[in-house]
């Protein structure tokens, strides 16, 4: 990806963001104590955390389901 490269974290996830014409990233939980909501709105991003099922990662989910499995269990998925 082509992106404004900085040494701040989370100002390189919001250029990546505007590099990709998004407005809304969605970060696991883990990230929360990371990255400030506010700092991200302050550049136009909504920020977000999706709580999944402990000890599991997005990718392990992706390893053992098919594509709309997915669809279904992110949507069951809780954002904060």
């Known amino acids: 990806l082509e992106y ?3 040494d701040d974290k989370a ?3 919001i250029n990546i ?3 990709q014409n998004c407005n ?3 970060n696991p939980i883990g990230g929360k ?3 400030n909501k506010n700092f991200f709105l302050e550049n ?3 920020l977000n955390f999706i709580k999944t099922a402990p000890g599991l990662s997005i990718i392990d ?3 053992e389901h098919t594509k709309s499995n997915l669809g279904d269990m992110l949507g069951s998925c809780e954002l904060v």
């Open 33 to 35: 104590d990371l990255y």
């Open 11 to 13: 100002l390189n996830l």
């Open 61 to 63: 989910w992706c390893m």
């Open 17 to 19: 963001c505007e590099s």
């Open 44 to 46: 136009n991003i909504k």
């Open 4 to 6: 404004d490269r900085t």
């Open 24 to 26: 809304h990233y969605i």
